[in-house]
C-alpha cells in the first residue's frame, strides 16, 4: 500500500463549482500534512498546511481526520485560476521525510 | 531571494554515462531532499538528509547517490544512466521540525537518457 493515496483524476469542473480532493495516508506517526499545487511544468508549492482543527485560506479548506487517516482540501467557487495539478503530503513520521500522493488534476472550464 | 537553485535545467545523457545534478539552497535549511517525478506521475523520494553529513534512502535510491558535505549543497550523482532514469528531478529543502514544514522546490532538471 502506498503511504499516501489520492483521488485520481482529473477532475473537470465549470467556474464557480464546488470540488472537493480527498488523499489518505498509512502511517499512523505521521504529523504534519500539506497540500501543494504544481501548474504544468512547474514546481510544486505549498497551497496549505493541514491542521488537526482544519484550516481556511479564502476559498481554500483543508481538514484532517486522524481516526480515518485522511486529509481534505475544498475549493469553493473554482476559477480559471485553479487549474493545475494538487499534491497532498505528509511527513513520513520522525524526520520530518516528505512522502507525497500522485497528485490530482484539475481542470476548471467556463 | 534566490532560494532553491538547481542546474542545469535540462540534459541529454547517453545511456551508461554519468552526471551530476547540482542543488544549493541559500535558507539554512537542514533538510534537503530529491524527488523524481515521472510524467503524469506524483513525487517520488529518491534520497534525503537532514543535516551536512547525513543522507538516507528514500523510496526509489537504486541508480542514485547523494552527499552532503554543506549545509548548503545536496548534489545527487547517476552514475550509468539508464532509460528509466529519464524523469524530471526536483531538489527540496525545509526547516528540520513539523508543523509548517514548509518545502521549498527548485525549478527542476528535466533529464532524458537515450
Known amino acids: 500500500r502506498k503511504e499516501v493515496e489520492q483521488d485520481p483524476g482529473p477532475f473537470n469542473v465549470p467556474e464557480g463549482a464546488t470540488v472537493a480532493f480527498n488523499c489518505t495516508y498509512s502511517?499512523?506517526?505521521?504529523?504534519?500534512f500539506f497540500w501543494y499545487r504544481q501548474d504544468c511544468r512547474k514546481e510544486p508549492k505549498l497551497l496549505m498546511s493541514?491542521?488537526?482543527s482544519g484550516n481556511e485560506d479564502g476559498r481554500f479548506t483543508a481538514q484532517l481526520n486522524r481516526a480515518s487517516q485522511y486529509i481534505s482540501l475544498l475549493i469553493r467557487d473554482s476559477k480559471l485560476s485553479d487549474s493545475a495539478t494538487y499534491l497532498c503530503?505528509?511527513?513520513?513520521?520522525?524526520?520530518?521525510?516528505?512522502?507525497f500522493g500522485a497528485g490530482t488534476r484539475l481542470a476548471v472550464h467556463p | 531571494n534566490a532560494g532553491v537553485t538547481q542546474t542545469p535545467k535540462f540534459r541529454i545523457l547517453k545511456i551508461g554515462q554519468s552526471m551530476t545534478l547540482q542543488c544549493t539552497q541559500d535558507?539554512?535549511?537542514?533538510?534537503m531532499y530529491w524527488y523524481r517525478q515521472d510524467p503524469g506521475m506524483g513525487l517520488k523520494l529518491i534520497y534525503y538528509?537532514?543535516?551536512?553529513?547525513?543522507?538516507d534512502k528514500g523510496e526509489v535510491p537504486n541508480g542514485y547517490n547523494v552527499s552532503r558535505s554543506t549545509t548548503e549543497d545536496f548534489p545527487l550523482r547517476l552514475e550509468l544512466a539508464a532509460p528509466s532514469q529519464t524523469s524530471v528531478y526536483f531538489c527540496?529543502?525545509?526547516?528540520?521540525?513539523?508543523?509548517?514544514?514548509?518545502?521549498?522546490f527548485g525549478q527542476g532538471t528535466r533529464l532524458t537518457v537515450v
Open positions: 527540496a529543502s525545509s526547516y528540520a521540525t513539523g508543523g509548517d514544514t514548509e518545502a521549498f
Open positions: 502511517n499512523s506517526a505521521s504529523q504534519s
Open positions: 493541514v491542521y488537526s
Open positions: 503530503a505528509a511527513d513520513s513520521g520522525g524526520y520530518n521525510k516528505l512522502i
Open positions: 535558507m539554512n535549511h537542514n533538510y
Open positions: 538528509s537532514v543535516g551536512a553529513g547525513i543522507t
